[in-house]
């Protein structure tokens, strides 16, 4: 059974840095794209960030790009999401994503996830992240 699990969120002061986890199980990250998404409640779900593990490829949005950065473990079938430079704006519950990896140019399907032209089709739990100002 596919699962993922998010871990690292907590309290920071603006200017601080996060790191979030998200351990995938019942998968090999290499055949998926995994994807971060971030929501405010009483607001729609925002695309963060995604990352093919196979090639490495990222998409950011334009709100993560030059602060947020995603990597992945094979080894521990992890995805990471480094958050720095956070801004009280970054205030969200996190969540992270996956989805069958697609033949194609891989970041453009990335895009097309964090803008929510295609959708993810497993969901973890969220992990919240509060930046105080």
């Known amino acids: 059974e596919v699962q993922l699990q998010a871990s690292g969120g907590g309290l920071v002061q603006a200017g601080g840095s996060l790191r979030l986890s998200c351990a995938a199980s019942?998968?090999?990250?290499?055949?998926?794209?995994i994807g971060w998404a971030r929501q405010v409640p009483g607001k729609g779900r925002e695309g963060v960030g995604c990352?093919?593990?196979?090639?490495?490829?990222?998409y950011y949005s334009d709100s993560a790009k030059g602060r947020f950065t995603l990597s992945s473990d094979k080894p521990k079938n992890t995805v990471l999401l480094q958050m720095n430079s956070l801004k009280p704006e970054d205030t969200a519950v996190y969540s992270c994503a996956a989805v069958q990896l697609r033949p194609g140019d891989s970041q453009l399907f990335c895009l097309g996830l964090v803008k929510g032209i295609y959708d993810y089709d497993r969901w973890g739990q969220g992990t919240l992240v509060t930046v105080s100002s």
């Open positions: 990352i093919s593990p196979r090639n490495g490829r990222t």
């Open positions: 019942g998968f090999i990250l290499d055949d998926y794209v």
